[in-house]
């Protein structure tokens, strides 16, 4: 005798689990809240995308002002696609610019992300219980986590991206054309966030192939490719606006900072340079910490509960396509471009079925497996969780970035009082909002596409002060091509050493040292062959 399908879990009181649900999202706010700038670890990326924030804000233009110098990025900045500064400016000028509340925008997308990610699986037809305990499962994982409280796009990309599948899984049942078009409107935010936005294009496409359903629900080739049209057409009037603004802003910048500058970021080593930096980058994190191996197990996960059974077919060939597209085709070097698609995955496919429900028969090999599976499912993710936790308080307990942040302003403050052009790490943009503040990228960048010296490139900008971290006095930045030996020749013959404070970059004792240098340096060919003493910290006076 068969024996019907049996909820994994147990049913409840509706009240009981709208209280595990709001524990869960507690729960989320509680692991992202403490300690919000001490992890991860202050990035370049985050200053870099806020910086066009700060500036529409305080000089009314959407340029960087750290990228000055390359390809028009100082007026407009295109390279950055604008939803997510746009967004950012809001926490900017309620609380200020700090690195706080550059984090704080990602916390919130997250926490509307899981209300989504509810939202969803209950839409594919999981239990009010199995939804709750998934919400509570991923707002407290390690990995949500490190994307919720980092200051790039990755949360917003994964809200929009989870709002899209509910709208057009709603659409798609209700046959609604306000739903479509809404959908349509929602893959056009995506594609204004990242490029990785092209997901959702795919998903329409998928979406157009007929698939057999009940006689209620119909959906054939007519139904399907009329309604993937209004979502189309939805996608490119979002997308209309910021076309406007390319072609006034000028094309000609356009091309060079989205084609020209990305392939020298990511394919300077020839058509496949950047699939092939890619794929060396991943092994070298799997081989890294055991962490990642817990992640990439999910990835494989995904991929075996998507598989073809309870899953739609069409979502199935969705996961496959966004996995070979972040894969083999965008060459990117940062591994948490993966990470909104994988939950996203892993919701879908514990809702249609597969974690919601266990097979027909329990007692028949293949469900025992299926049911052994969907366990391990579960405690890897708070296996993984609970290993990197531990690992975080180990690390970051005592770590206070926005300490060094402060003690690096103050040591220019009293040592170099009325410079305003600084040099430096763009993370150090944290430090000197208020300043004219160059990014030491746009520098190597000069020298590596346009065949500049570090003198040079550094009389472009003249700074009146130099900070030099940890990263780029070891050469670890890989991006770039330009030796850093002969920044710090230059700064050995030309600058004067006004102190250092522990490197906001990293959790081990490293510096971050200032150095002053003269508008003269830059002026005259003969002071520039006319090294000046370097002056130690304990006997350094203000320039």
Known sequence: MRAKNIPVFSPSTKRSDTLLLGLALLGYLACSLVMLTHWPIPDIDE???????????????????AMAGVFGMGRVTFWF??????????PILAFGFHLWSVRLLSVILGLAMLVLLHRLSRALGATERAAALLVLLLGTDYFFL????????????????MAFLLCLERARKSQSRKLFLLSGVLSGLSLLTHPLGVVTILALLVWCFPEKRGPDEPWGWQTSMKQVAMAGIAMVLTLLPYVVFIVHEGMGEFWQQMVIYQRYCYVRQGFWGGPLHHAEDLWR??????????????????????WPGRTS?????????TVVLMVFVYPSTYINYWVPAVYIFLAISAATGKLSTAPADPNRWSARIHQA?????????????LFAFSYWLRFFWNYDPDQSLAQLHSLVEEKAPGRRRILGSPTFLFAFPEKDFHSVFAVASAIDLRGLSW????SEVSPEVIIVDSQLASGVWPAFSAPPDGLQEFLRLHGHFLGAVKSPLSTTPTDAEVYALDPAVFQSREVLQQPKAVIQPSNSSTP
């Open 47 to 65: 200053a870099m995308f806020s910086n066009p924030a700060l500036n529409l804000i305080q000089h009314g233009n959407f340029g960087s002002s």
């Open 81 to 90: 696609l604008p939803l997510y500064p746009l967004l950012l400016t809001l």
């Open 146 to 161: 490190s994307v919720t409280r980092f200051g790039r796009m990755e949360a917003l990309l994964g809200f929009l991206l």
């Open 285 to 306: 994190l799997l081989r890294m910490t055991i962490t990642w191996e817990f992640f990439f197990a999910r990835v494989c996960l995904v991929a075996w509960l998507a």
């Open 313 to 321: 077919r069409k979502l199935t060939l969705l996961v496959v396509l």
């Open 373 to 385: 599976g969907v366990a391990m499912a579960f405690l890897t993710l708070l296996a993984s969780s």
């Open 455 to 458: 003198r040079e490139a550094l």
